[in-house]
């Protein structure tokens, strides 16, 4: 199956309390956090995509922008579904439209875009990437912890 305009993705879950605001950092506030919403955003574009449905591989795709608006609250145990539809594929670049809604109402929309790639190339520049810093003076496993801790 080819990537084309048109494709669907949906992704269903019920809001647990590992999914919220409160679980995030903010006490009390048991409700379906934003950075949840943008994750099962990206799950849906990734299964708009086609493959896995009779052996075929999807393709590598990287997300480079995600463009949300977070619009009500949904509760603890509260079901939640995000379409994504694939809208426009422009050489490797493909904008998806995201449409969330709880059990009650739309929760939220946007706009996500995703590049096509190619993985072992795409694989082989983080590689790279990772040694050049690995490469500099002064750089251990010892800071990177450190920064990872900020």
Not at 44 to 66: H, N, Y
Not at 72 to 93: K, N, Q, S
Not at 103 to 126: C, K, W
């Amino acid at each position: 199956m080819t990537v084309r305009a048109g494709l669907i993705g949906t992704v269903s879950r019920t809001v647990t309390e590992a999914d919220t605001a409160d679980a995030l950092g903010l006490p009390g506030v048991r409700v379906l956090a934003s950075p949840m919403l943008c994750l099962f955003a990206e799950l849906a574009a990734l299964a708009a995509l086609p493959g896995d449905d009779g052996g075929d591989a999807r393709p590598a795709s990287v997300g480079i922008s995600l463009e949300m608006a977070h619009t009500a609250a949904t509760p603890v145990g509260f079901g939640v579904v995000v379409e994504a539809t694939l809208v426009e594929v422009d050489g490797r670049r493909l904008r998806i439209e995201i449409d969330a809604r709880d059990e009650v109402e739309r929760i939220g929309h946007g706009t996500h875009v995703r590049m096509l790639v190619d993985q072992p190339r795409f694989v082989a520049s983080v590689r790279a990437k990772d040694a050049a810093r690995d490469s500099r003076p002064g750089t251990d496993d010892g800071a990177r912890e450190d920064a990872s801790a900020r």
